[in-house]
T-cell receptor, first 112, second 112 residues
Framework: SQELEQSPQSLIVQEGKNLTINCTSS?????LYWYKQKYGEGLIFLMM?????EEKSHEKITAKLDEKKQQSSLHITASQPSHAGIYLC????????????FGAGTQVVVTP | DGGITQSPKYLFRKEGQNVTLSCEQN?????MYWYRQDPGQGLRLIYY???????QKGDIAEGYSVSREKKESFPLTVTSAQKNPTAFYLC???????????FGPGTRLTVL
């Protein structure tokens, strides 16, 4: 069973609209990573969150880690075609350096 | 340019044959990882290595083998014992001072 649950599994958003992806863990998160992947390619690192309540932004993408450190959200404002792809969350759920668990990913489609 | 390379991008093999996937990095990272990605699932850790000449099994190591003779290289062999080898394989590396794992472009293995 997945220890990291991502939702939704996929979403279609009209260009210019906002979207939110959630990542929920059954265990305390020591670190939470957001990646983007184009189909058939490697993962591109977006952001890392470690502290409860932490929020980071880069361009139109904002990620938050809740106070209890068991859920994170990724929010994209005014989506553009370049935001299309698969978004994956990865998490440190143990104190073993480098071992990450990944969510199943959220496929984002941006329509004109 | 610094980065992680994986070769080949596409690989076809007959059932029962062993095949080796290449992963090279020139980032001077100590740790290297192999993941498998299947449709609708997140990345699953096969093997990882935090130092030369040492490696550990991940969550799905059965049917796979690795070596880490050089810091820059972490090849993965998919053996005939792997029951469902057709998948997308991703290699990653991480340094002590980096925030995250950096991923290669992936190799798509198809066993016919």
């Amino acid at each position: 069973s997945q220890e990291l649950e991502q939702s939704p599994q996929s979403l279609i958003v009209q260009e210019g609209k906002n979207l939110t992806i959630n990542c929920t863990s059954s265990k305390t998160l020591y670190g939470l990573y957001w990646y983007k992947q184009k189909y058939g390619e490697g993962l591109i690192f977006l952001m890392m969150l470690q502290k409860g309540g932490e929020e980071k932004s880069h361009e139109k993408i904002t990620a938050k880690l809740d106070e209890k450190k068991q859920q994170s959200s990724l929010h994209i404002t005014a989506s553009q075609p370049s935001h299309a792809g698969i978004y994956l969350c990865g998490a440190d759920i143990s104190d073993s350096w480098g071992k990450l668990q990944f969510g199943a990913g959220t496929q984002v489609v941006v329509t004109p | 340019d610094g980065g992680i390379t994986q070769s080949p991008k596409y690989l076809f093999r007959k059932e029962g044959q062993n095949v080796t996937l290449s992963c090279e990095q020139n980032l001077n990272h100590d740790a290297m990882y192999w993941y498998r990605q299947d449709p609708g699932q997140g990345l699953r850790l096969i093997y990882y290595s935090q130092i030369v000449n040492d490696f550990q099994k991940g969550d799905i190591a059965e049917g796979y083998s690795v070596s880490r003779e050089k810091k820059e290289s972490f090849p993965l062999t998919v053996t005939s014992a792997q029951k469902n080898p057709t998948a997308f394989y991703l290699c990653a590396s991480e340094g002590l001072s980096t925030d995250t794992q950096y991923f290669g472009p992936g190799t798509r293995l198809t066993v016919l």
